[in-house]
């Protein structure tokens, strides 16, 4: 049978066994999560206002491309 522990027992023999652990690293790359999602949401969103502009225009020169190659 598994020991049962509590989740502070975890998360001291956690921080005992491993001594570059904090909890102060923790939260560091809760932030850095949250900046990179933030950060791509915005490229995703930036990407498709403007994606559709240059999908306009591409297909506006391939077109030429096709009258002028007949």
Do not use: H, Q
């Amino acid at each position: 049978m598994m020991p049962r522990w509590s989740v502070n027992e975890v998360i001291n023999r956690l921080f005992k066994k491993n001594k570059k652990l904090s909890p102060k690293s923790g939260a560091t790359l809760i932030e850095y999560v949250l900046l990179v999602s933030m950060i791509s949401i915005t490229l995703v969103g930036a990407f498709r206002i403007v994606g559709g502009r240059y999908f306009t225009v591409y297909n506006k020169i391939t077109d030429n491309l096709k009258n002028v190659l007949k």
